[in-house]
């Protein structure tokens, strides 16, 4: 690939290497603030979700939950 397109491999590989590394510092971020979110015990229950979702579009609407 590199040589059909005049670039050397490094050239190539350096931005996608560069987005991995992104995505999992985002993904490690993310990742941190949900567990934070957990330890200060905001959570909803997933019964209470559950039962939110399936009875979106319906007549008997649900009350979304909250934590």
């Known amino acids: ?22 995505q999992e510092a985002r993904r490690d971020r993310l990742t ?6 957990v330890d200060a015990g905001l959570l909803v229950d997933h019964w209470a979700v559950q039962a939110w979702a399936d009875n979106l579009g319906t007549e008997k609407a649900v009350p979304l939950p909250n934590g």
């Open 1 to 22: 690939m590199s040589q059909r397109r005049e670039h050397s491999p490094s050239s190539i590989m350096h931005p996608a290497a560069s987005t991995r590394i992104a």
């Open 32 to 37: 941190q603030e949900a567990l934070a979110d």
